[in-house]
């Protein structure tokens, strides 16, 4: 314990002056030594020691001088005397001094020690955070100046370089509901605006003298804000309240500007970060919408993945995009999501009628805020206030200027955006219109290979009919093959393209006869063998006219093979088995059938019992044995 003055421990003076005496007669170092070891053990600093030695050995001189006067001098002035105990006094001063300045400089340590703890914790709590959200990061830093720093309220604020607006980005405190209320811009008045400014600290210690201040806490009486920079650019400010009249002092903005810098670079970083895992995110959307564009065909599917990624990288509500119907002149409802009710799913509006016909005329968006009912048709009015629409923003889609569509964005608060949203925006209606333009395209040729494939199947059917007009006895023959055919080959499993395939190859399985004469193709008698091997050409004739078709080579199976048999006897080829191809092994049995049951000129036509009977028995030798029981099994269940 520091020694406070030279009468308080007076008694260690003399005890101090005893041991001085009692070892002068060795010398003074030795008395100066033994005098420090006393005051280390009274928990005497050495300062302080060092003048109290000097002091001691004053007080001794005075006994010594006294000693003196009473033996030698009994008439010793006055004057002398008080002398000397003026110089005991300046000596006591000089001790004072120092002990108050020692006091000084340990409780500047002390405030030293504790700023750079507050410090320390302050800036560890930022530093364990650095890939959090800019609002979450804000909102630690706001409480970790609250809780070190001792204030009743706390508040970050970031502008917006885009919009100039002042942004509250976090707040904590005892009146959260109350500083959270009301917006700021750059131009405004007040604190913050001030500071952002001007860069420059404010420290307000009553509040009710300050002129430019609008209150947004009625118990607020002191303020200080405090901008914060990235080198020489103000990005906002700490914004600290207090209830107490001249709550901030110079230590206060002292230490507040060391803890804005490091929230400056933290809040600086963190935005960075999260810019940099914004463009992050959309790019993966662009790439899941051009995914979906070159991959589905379906428009409502595609649209739907669209709106997708409107609603998460927008943040808006709820999304629909109308595709527009050039024939009718309309803009047709597609589909929509983050809605409550169905509403709008029926809804066709023409070009110029409420937001959205407005919005297709337009280059530029239309954006409404709060939605009204005069610019809107009733029936969507009466669902925008079900659903609680307060914000409405729509955009045209276009391809090369030629208008495909509506996309409209809803929001049931005030919607806040950026040109970077707005960007953003733009890039998702650019990506929708292409997915329209590609489905109308898709559609289109859709309809096209519809109408071509249409147009041969109409050829194809017209050299078959050609075919029976030149052969009478065959009249009919071509259609009833081909349904045969098709039953047979639904039963053995064959779908979709292959079917067609047969069907055309049904058709066309006697198409070679076009090129048999007419003595022999229509001749009523038996064929002489010569006239038999010129009519066992027309398969190959078949081919050689058909095979130059693109579209109908996988259809020549039936015409160039259907005469051919199981055994290996039949032409033009003689294969044999499994050789034959599928399509024409089926073919061969329905093919013998409608011969057989249909009158020729050299004879009557067979009963079915006969006929199938007769194929039975060719099973293994004309037919394959496993087509011939399922061609059986068809023709019981028609029966």
């Known amino acids: 314990m520091l020694l406070t003055a030279f009468g308080a421990e007076i008694s260690k003076v003399l005890e101090a002056s005893e041991l001085y005496i009692k070892n002068t007669s060795l010398n003074q170092v030795v008395a100066k030594r033994a005098i420090f070891l006393y005051f280390l053990k009274a928990k005497v600093v050495y300062n302080v020691a060092n003048n109290f030695y000097a002091l001691v050995f004053i007080t001794h001189s005075i006994f010594l001088k006294r000693e003196k006067c009473e033996v030698k001098d009994e008439r010793k002035t006055k004057a002398q005397l008080i002398n000397d105990i003026t110089e005991l006094r300046q000596r006591v001063a000089k001790l004072e001094k120092a002990q108050a300045e020692q006091t000084q400089v340990e409780e500047s340590l002390r405030q030293a020690k504790e700023e750079i703890t507050r410090l320390y914790n302050a800036s560890g709590t930022m530093l364990a955070s650095p890939n959090q959200s800019l609002d979450i990061v804000a909102q630690t830093i706001a409480e970790t100046i609250l809780l070190n720093f001792k204030k009743t309220n706390c508040s970050l604020f970031i502008i917006d370089s885009e919009t100039q607006q002042i942004n509250r980005i976090a707040v904590a405190g005892t009146c959260r509901k109350e500083v959270l209320s009301g917006t700021l811009t750059l131009d405004d008045s007040g604190l913050i605006p001030e500071v952002i400014r001007t860069g420059k600290t404010v420290n307000v210690p009553d509040l009710t003298t300050f002129s430019?201040?609008?209150?947004?806490?009625?118990?607020?009486?002191?303020?200080?804000?405090?901008p914060l920079?990235?080198?020489?650019?103000?990005?906002?400010?700490?914004?600290?309240?207090?209830?107490?009249?001249?709550?901030?002092?110079?230590?206060?903005?002292?230490?507040?500007?060391?803890?804005?810098?490091?929230?400056?670079l933290t809040l600086e970083n963190s935005r960075l970060l999260a810019k940099a895992n914004r463009s992050m995110e959309r790019l993966s959307s662009l790439q899941n919408i051009d995914r979906a564009i070159t991959g589905i065909m379906n428009l409502k599917l595609t649209l739907d993945i669209i709106l997708d990624e409107v609603l998460k990288q927008l943040g808006v509500d709820a999304a629909n995009v109308f595709v527009y119907q050039e024939s009718l002149g309309k803009l047709n409802y597609v589909t929509g999501h983050g809605f409550k009710t169905n509403g709008s799913?029926?809804?066709?509006?023409?070009?110029?009628?409420?937001?959205?016909?407005?919005?297709?005329?337009?280059?530029?968006?239309?954006?409404?805020?709060?939605?009204?009912?005069?610019?809107?048709?009733?029936?969507?009015?009466a669902i925008f206030q079900k659903e609680g629409?307060?914000?409405?923003?729509?955009?045209?889609?276009?391809?090369?200027?030629?208008?495909?569509?509506?996309?409209?964005?809803?929001?049931?608060?005030?919607?806040?955006?950026?040109?970077e949203w707005e960007s953003f925006v733009k890039t998702l209606a650019d990506q929708s219109a292409i997915a329209i333009n590609n489905a109308k395209m898709f559609d289109n040729l859709k309809a096209a290979n519809a109408e071509l494939l249409a147009a041969y199947e109409a050829t194809i059917e017209g050299w078959a009919r050609a075919l029976e007009m030149r052969d009478a006895e065959t009249e009919g023959h071509s259609r009833r093959v081909v349904e045969t055919t098709m039953k047979l080959a639904w039963k053995l499993g064959i779908k979709d393209e292959k079917l067609a395939h047969i069907r055309?190859?049904?058709?066309?399985?006697?198409?070679?006869?076009?090129?048999?004469?007419?003595?022999?193709?229509?001749?009523?008698?038996?064929?002489?063998?010569?006239?038999?091997?010129?009519?066992?050409?027309?398969?190959?004739?078949?081919?050689?006219?058909?095979?130059?078709?693109?579209?109908?080579?996988?259809?020549?199976?039936?015409?160039?093979?259907?005469?051919?048999?199981?055994?290996?006897?039949?032409?033009?080829e003689g294969l044999k088995g499994t050789q034959i191809p599928f399509s024409a092994r089926i073919f061969a049995i329905v093919d013998t059938y409608d011969a057989l049951i249909s009158n020729r000129s050299y004879r009557d036509a067979w009963s079915t019992e006969k006929t199938i009977a007769y194929i039975k028995k060719q099973s293994g030798k004309h037919f394959d044995p496993h087509l011939v029981e399922v061609f059986i099994e068809i023709m019981q269940e028609a029966q």
């Open 345 to 381: 799913q029926y809804a066709t509006i023409r070009p110029g009628e409420g937001y959205a016909g407005k919005a297709a005329l337009r280059h530029t968006p239309v954006l409404v805020f709060p939605l009204e009912e005069q610019y809107s048709p009733p029936e969507r009015y």
């Open 212 to 226: 430019t201040y609008i209150p947004n806490w009625e118990d607020a009486r002191s303020e200080l804000v405090i």
């Open 504 to 572: 055309r190859g049904a058709l066309l399985h006697d198409i070679g006869k076009l090129a048999i004469p007419d003595d022999i193709l229509q001749k009523p008698d038996t064929l002489t063998d010569e006239e038999e091997q010129i009519m066992r050409l027309h398969p190959i004739y078949a081919y050689d006219m058909l095979s130059s078709v693109k579209f109908l080579r996988p259809s020549l199976d039936i015409p160039l093979y259907h005469h051919e048999r199981w055994d290996g006897t039949g032409y033009p």
């Open 389 to 419: 629409f307060v914000s409405y923003y729509a955009i045209s889609l276009r391809v090369k200027g030629a208008l495909v569509g509506v996309l409209e964005l809803f929001q049931r608060s005030p919607l806040k955006f950026t040109k």
């Open 229 to 264: 920079k990235i080198e020489k650019n103000t990005i906002g400010a700490i914004d600290l309240q207090s209830s107490e009249l001249g709550a901030f002092d110079t230590r206060d903005e002292r230490l507040m500007l060391l803890f804005a810098e490091r929230t400056a």
